[in-house]
């Protein structure tokens, strides 16, 4: 550990627990800007950022974080060329194999939101595999976003809600914030409080747009595959320095 990220760690420990973010949520991105400044293929910037999702979850879980989620792959992504796209689903096989020890030991237990009916079959068992293996973990909950689009979530939770409504079973008036969040892929969490993004982008690219209504947005200049548990410290910090109002005039 270098004394950089030992420092950010101190400060963080000296925090009150209720000042860490419950919930982070991550767009990775610049990997292929990484790898086209090193003269390199697209895909070894994936490759790269392989190291930085260890760092990020083993950092969160130092941090005190419990919920980790990783936007991995967007249903936007589906139209990268194709043996970009293989490149990525070995990448997921290959981390639920290769990670599955560690993750297990750390404690961590893995989800997955998006539409998984998309992947290939040996993809869907990979993801299967590692969920069920996981599922006892309690230090961190990781949470990865794979074919994932946000309006297409929110467009079959409105789905779901007519279909309830055709049969009877839910009034119209009944349809409030959280009969909606209820059919979200996320029901199960509390939404992000801190929204990371690297690469120095500041946009959304459909991750999440109900669920980031109130979430504090941090964007770093540094590309993922650079990213490490020293920079995830540092939005830490910079979160606790936010004063969150929900709207209202302070957050107390
Ligand atoms: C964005 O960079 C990154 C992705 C589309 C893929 C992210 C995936 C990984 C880091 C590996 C898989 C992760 C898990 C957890 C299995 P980009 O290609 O859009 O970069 P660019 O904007 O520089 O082109």
Redesign the pocket.
Known sequence: MTSETSEGLDLIKRLDRAEIPTHVAV??????????ERGLP?FE??????K??REVVEGAIEAGVGILT?????QE?WQ?PAP?IAF?ME??K???KAELRDLVKNGVRVDVVGEIERLGRAERAAIDSIISATREGNKLQ?I?A?SYSSRRELMQAAQRLAERVAAGELLPSEIDESAFQAELYTAPWPDPDLLIR??G?YRISNFMLWQLAYTELYSTPV???DFRREHLFEAVLEYTKRERRFGRISAR
Do not use: C, K, Q
């Open positions: 767009i990775m991105d610049g990997n292929g800007r990484w790898a086209t697209r910037g994936h490759r790269a950022g392989m930085s999702v990783l936007f991995a792959f967007s992504n990268r970009e990525l990448l997921l290959h981390y639920a990781l990865l794979i690297t690469s982008e590309l993922w595959p």
